[in-house]
């Protein structure tokens, strides 16, 4: 059996076989393990529901005069995504009045 470099690789014993599909298989459940994890709707919620929590104190801190949070870029960019959402809700309703009105 010769290796990725061509050199020589002694065949391993059965212990060692068996001892490698071991790691293999805790590895692979780790893994497993950590994308249920991952894709889990509940698990994906919380964190949603956390970052618009997280928004909408850092919004606040910024009508406040606190600025923009430097040391997340992801949480500034949530800031204003959450400022021109509630400009554009404004406009809309301000649209509709003035559309009811005329």
């Not at 061509?6 to 780790?30: F, H």
């Not at 997340?72 to 949530?78: E, F, K, T, V």
Request: glycine residues 8%; aromatic residues 0%; charged residues 25%.
């Amino acid at each position: 059996m010769s290796g990725t470099d061509g050199a020589e690789v002694p065949p391993l014993s059965q212990s060692q076989l068996e001892d490698e599909i071991a790691r293999t298989r805790a590895e692979l459940a780790g893994t497993i393990d950590e994308l249920t994890t991952r894709l889990d709707p509940r698990v994906q919620a919380k964190a949603a529901a956390q970052q618009a929590k997280q928004a909408a104190s850092d919004t606040g801190a910024f009508l406040t005069g606190g600025g923009l949070p430097e040391e997340d870029l992801d949480r500034s960019r949530n800031v204003k995504l959450l400022l021109g959402a509630v400009v554009a809700g404004a406009a809309l309703i301000a649209a509709a009045v003035l559309r009811r009105r005329s």
